[in-house]
């Protein structure tokens, strides 16, 4: 059973950079770790939260009294003909980096998304209209009540956003994605024009966790462009801002603090609805204590 380390601070281990202290924090290594550790949280009956590779994510500013379970240890990978076999802490981006090194295609859009794969498999993270759910062959989950399953890509219901395995609480924690052979320049070319159009779009000069919120595709609403029409971008509380490139981000400018960027979503939320009518769904998620 692997111990906890005590009184860490969060903000390190998110891409905000946000996050108050957590009592303990695990770091498991493999399935049956993770496993294992939920065992044991769950006989103290403490409560706990997971991160991956710290995207998406919201954490709070005050003291968590309770578990934190990182999973960005749980990064080993094997390469195959056809496929990858990846831990769900490897990073994303690295994800399509290998894919590059072995000659592979496929798994280009996967360049540069944050956080980690496995992260990127429960959100069911898109780029460029492609999702990962489209290279998926299977994966591994443990659910802290009903232990350890290895499901195929058709017994989760993907949709945009959305995987149900993780929904109703299986954490992933190893995945088998698709990959073809594929030429090494054109490769690189797709990786290099997806690495330009993200700097164009200033998506990592200040930490943010991405796009806070979900577009709705079925009433076409982009909500980056939406944001930007109703003049949010530049809109600042506290350290924190809209992004003058993407209405979507809140930036970390200035040691924002989680009320900083909190207060902001708010304000967005409520103004959209009053001005427009329109419930915004959060992408992003709230973690610990405000």
């Known amino acids: 059973m692997i ?19 957590a009592r303990d924090v695990y770091f498991p290594k493999n399935t049956m770790e993770l496993y294992e550790t939920f065992v044991a949280i769950r006989k103290a009956n403490t409560p706990f939260y997971i991160l991956g590779g710290g995207s998406n994510v919201l954490v709070g500013d005050g003291y968590w009294d ?22 769900a802490g490897l990073e994303t981006s690295r994800v399509a980096e290998i894919a590059l090194e072995n000659g592979k295609t496929g798994l280009e859009f996967l360049y540069l998304l944050p956080g980690s794969i496995g992260g990127a498999l429960a959100m069911n993270a898109r780029y460029d209209m492609i999702n990962i759910s489209d290279v998926l062959i299977d994966f591994t989950a443990v659910h802290p009540e009903k232990g350890i399953k290895i499901f195929n890509k058709d017994e989760a219901g993907f949709a945009y956003k959305i995987n149900s395995v993780a929904a109703d609480g299986w954490y992933i924690t190893e995945m088998s994605l698709r990959w073809e052979n594929g030429n090494i320049e054109t490769i690189r070319n797709r990786m290099d024009s997806i690495r330009e159009k993200r700097d164009q779009g200033g998506h990592f000069e200040f930490p943010s966790c991405g796009c806070i919120f979900k577009n709705d595709y079925e009433r076409n609403i982009q909500v980056g462009r939406l944001l930007d029409e109703m003049g949010f971008k530049g809109y600042t509380h506290g350290g924190s801002q ?16 989680a009320r900083d960027v909190l ?16 419930e915004l769904q959060r992408e992003v998620r709230l973690l610990g204590t405000f």
């Open 3 to 21: 111990q906890p380390q005590k009184n860490i601070s969060i903000a390190q281990y998110t891409n905000y950079k946000i996050g108050g202290v």
């Open 263 to 278: 207060s902001i979503i708010e304000h967005i939320e409520h103004e959209v609805k009053t001005q427009k009518g329109i």
């Open 66 to 87: 309770g578990a934190v379970i990182i999973t960005t240890g749980m990064n080993p990978y094997k390469t195959f003909g056809d496929c990858i076999m990846c831990g």
């Open 242 to 257: 809209v992004s003058n490139n993407h209405a979507n981000f809140i930036n970390n400018m200035n040691n924002a603090t």
